[in-house]
């Protein structure tokens, strides 16, 4: 399932480069003083959805105020038609904008920014006021072969459409019929009929008929393959272009063809263009309708003046000087498929190519014109066509819309995505990931490194992420710290910002819960969950990590360049990760991938690769890719002149058509300039080159990755180079690092359930280390650590998952004074006997229950504590007289608690624990005689799996509920031991 508004950041800062003397780095006072409070920009954001009509004032405004109680500062607003009956109020219909007028100037009312979709569902930009002319299109053909003299009458049959992706179900009658009638004739083409039909392989997918989810649908490539030799092709099985004919003047309306062919047997191909059958998904009824053409910015403004426009209109445009309401529009993931042609797409190939197209056009049809080289360079040449064309007059388009208005653009550049990844997301004033939920879907964390990394070259300090998605056996199983191991992954990974899918719009009275669903769609993030009273502590963690994170820039040695073509993925070597596919874990040096692109931004400075951004990088790496156009070659060759050390192997050949075979030759020239003209493969050879070098000859042995050297032969590089791994530690650590001109911002976390102590060596002598700890906002010195040559070891320890930030500065903190690294605890009273336990009768809990020792509520006699879902209350009173030290802490530690927490003692509020080591300081509100209040919560599972059991009342209501009474129950309660610490 695929299927937040601009940074304004506290401390203005500007994204600038890592190694450069000129960074503004903000004071220590007024970092820790962003981190304990964070602003707006740093807190996380939520896809809010809305199902097909169901609506109204009264949902939409407890919708926005839960969100600002519990911290969560940005929305992106879509509605969808997703498992639950159409409601009263069609999309677009007066009352409609009636009310998303009144979610805007409540969101103004309470400083919640408002992302808007570019078009109704979640992934593209369409609607039914999009007519077939103006919709995305295809070239198709139907052919006829005229044997040598033949009498009869020539007719050449109107081609047929090709098939929808998502096949013709998702159709209106309506729109089926369009669909079907829509025909325009492009081209007649005749030429004499090879006496061999040799066909081009993957037609459908190399002419952009079709393009898969790379995500979700198997066997999809993540790029076509570059190839440089080819069979020999005769005259015998191959049109020959000289002798292909335009002969569309002949063609009458009834499909006659008034034109006589020259002797010998010819083939005729009737051109046409059609609609490619992408319709907006999963949009409500009212908003189902073609998907605007992605190559004609008039056709795109139509649409956007038909949907964004007419919004914009009625809540009276964009006020600037307030923090809510409407800030941005988004371009979820691509899921509309590909197109291949549009009106202009002749003229445009002409402007972009320098040659015409026309005869060309068998080959979208899989025929082969000249040979099998020439055509696939003539593929080649229409993908890079068609992606110039999305990037320019779509993507480029939407945010010119986007900034005439006073908003910005996000983009999430995949799924289906027939141009590069990172050259759609490039286009972005906020480039978006994807992660699902691990275990609940599928593997799109190769998402985060395309969003990542172009935030970084581009020196953009936001990198949101649709967080947590989840589909079918997800089912309110997650929870705050069910969650800790994967969110801070993501924030290794250089997400900065998680916005949670999915906030379902909660409709249904209050009493019905856990209410709407977007049927088996999504983390349940919404007002209705048991936990949402104790999830602003978790949001409070969420906001500190991502506001440390957005500071400076991100840390990388490592910058690999994609290869030129589309469409491609970008993926770096599988090798430069540990740990498995759907988390996967970065290596002691980072990285960033970059498009061909964004690479004519380079330049070099003191021998790394700069972008204007502020990101630099020690080397850059090509693909093992057998093609390359001159132009690009040049640009490396001017990098690696000026300084930059290059890895990687020459290429072969130019992949298009334009300037042929000029260009090759011009290819062979810069190989001869850059790699020399005696090119040893067989070793590993370093060669200067200007004031840089490059190296090749790593492919030995199987040292290729993925189209990169493993990481090993990288790695080995960058250290004789005398750099040493970023990050490195003796325990299973992950880490990120962000930089300004005097900080050093690491962030680390425990991969795994057990408590970890490590040696922790970090890259960085910028002053003393201090320990930032997100979950509880303290700051610590670390006084125990050694700086050995440039970098600096410290001795940390873990709880399970637990996560600090260590900030290297020469700007000291106050009263900071502590001999250890690690604080030494010890056990002083475990609180045992009988606890007062109260559970809500609303719910079907007893409420007056004495339980003689803590215990898993599923294992209760009682049923309405073994079902029970929502919060319960612990009380006990106990007597406790100890005098700690001066500097000593009095912890509280719950023990094993599923699946939150929020003590009070003696009437305090010491807050709610949501993870490891769930432990509170109580040294201040400790008496003599005590109080202790502990309110404990689970998930909504026990509760849905009683009301199945068929017996008494029913206390829930969902519109999708996939429990049955055999459904297994989940761990709940607090099960302790509850224990006393002396910390010190």
Known sequence: MKKHFILSALLGIAAVAVHSQNISSPTISVLKAGFINPPASAKPGVYWYFMDGNMNKESITRDLEAMKKAGISNVIFLEVNVGIQRGKVDFLSADWQELFKHAVKEAERLGIAITLGIGPGWTGSGGPWVKPQQSMQVLVSSMVIVKDHQKERIVLPIPQPKAPYFGEGAFTPELKNEWQAFYEDVAVLAYPTPAKNQKIADIDEKALYYRAPYSSAPHVKQYLPSKTQFMPTDNKEAADKKQIIDVARYLKPDGTLEWAPPAGNWTIMRFGRRNNGAITRPAPVPGLGFEADKFDTVALNAHLDSYVGKLLRKTGGVNPKLAGGLKRLHMDSWEMGSQNWTPHFRAEFIRRRGYDPLPFYPVYAGQVVESEEISERFLWDLRQTAQELILEYHAQAVKKYAHKNGLVLSIEPYDMNPTADLELGAVADVPMSEFWSKGFGFNSSFSAVEATSIAHINGRPLTPAESFTAQNNESWKQYPGSMKNQGDWAFAAGINQFVYHTFQNQFLPDSLRPGATMGPYGVHWDRNQT????????????????????????????????????????RPPFSAFTGNDTIPDRRGYNFDGCSPGLLYKATVKNGNITFPGGACYRILVLPSFATMTPAL????????????????TPPVKSPGLSNYPECDKQIQSLVNMIW???????????????????????VIDGQLDNLYPKYEVTAAILKDMNIAEDFQSNAPLRYTHRATANLDIYFVSNKTDQTVSADAIFRSTKGQPQLWDAVTGKITALPQFKKIAGQTVVQLQFASYQSFFVVFTKQTLPALKTATNIARSSNIATLTGPWQVSFDPKWGGPVNNTFTALSDWTINTDDGIKYYSGIATYTKTFNLVVKPGKTDKLLLNLGEVHDMAHIKLNGKDLGVVWTAPWTVNITQALQTTNKLEIEVVNRWPNRLIGDEQNTGKHY?????NPYRKNSPLFKSGLLGPVTIELSR
């Open 531 to 570: 936990w949402w009273p104790m999830v602003s502590a978790y949001h409070q963690y969420i906001s500190r990590c991502s506001y440390l994170l957005q500071q400076g820039n991100t840390v990388a040695d490592v910058l690999y360049l994609n290869p030129e073509g589309s469409p491609h993925v970008f």
């Open 956 to 960: 829930t209501y969902t519109t999708y």
């Open 676 to 698: 020399g003209d005696d090119i040893d493969f067989a070793k590993q050879t370093t060669r200067n080159y200007g004031k840089g070098k490059v190296i090749w000859g790593y």
């Open 633 to 648: 070659l040049t640009k490396i060759g001017h990098l690696i002149k000026d300084g930059a050390t290059v890895i990687g």
